[in-house]
Nanobody, 123 residues
Framework: QVQLVESGGGLVQAGGSLRLSCAAS????????MGWFRQAPGKEREFVAT????????YYADSVKGRFTISRDNAKNTVYLQMNSLKPEDTAIYYC????????????????WGQGTQVTVSS
């Protein structure tokens, strides 16, 4: 069982930056591939980024590539999402998720989810 708690969301102007954090409970954090997803109002939850267990491999959605960076600190049981050059279309609730498998870009590939943190980007 893994419990995930996101933080770091807020209101930011377009072009600004935010760093989201996701703290995981338990001693097995390094066994999980981690991912970030987001859900905008009236839209389905979508993949944002994923990072391998060691942190050595990452993958991004095209919409955030070059602007967002996913990273993790296994000693702190935490995964991060650094978001730069934010756009109004990045406005959403952002969720972190843990995958006991090799990693995925689909919701069904993840076993545990956080409660989400709101990110609002004003124009």
């Amino acid at each position: 069982q893994v419990q995930l708690v996101e933080s770091g969301g807020g209101l930011v102007q377009a072009g600004g930056s935010l760093r989201l954090s996701c703290a995981a409970s338990g001693r097995t954090f390094s066994r999980y591939t981690m991912g970030w997803f987001r859900q905008a109002p009236g839209k389905e939850r979508e993949f944002v980024a994923t990072i391998s267990r060691s942190g050595g491999s990452t993958y991004y959605a095209d919409s955030v590539k070059g602007r967002f960076t996913i990273s993790r600190d296994n000693a702190k049981n935490t995964v991060y999402l650094q978001m730069n050059s934010l756009k109004p279309e990045d406005t959403a609730i952002y969720y972190c998720a843990a995958d006991s498998g090799p990693g995925a870009t689909t919701l069904s590939g993840y076993d545990y989810w956080g409660q989400g943190t709101q990110v609002t980007v004003s124009s």
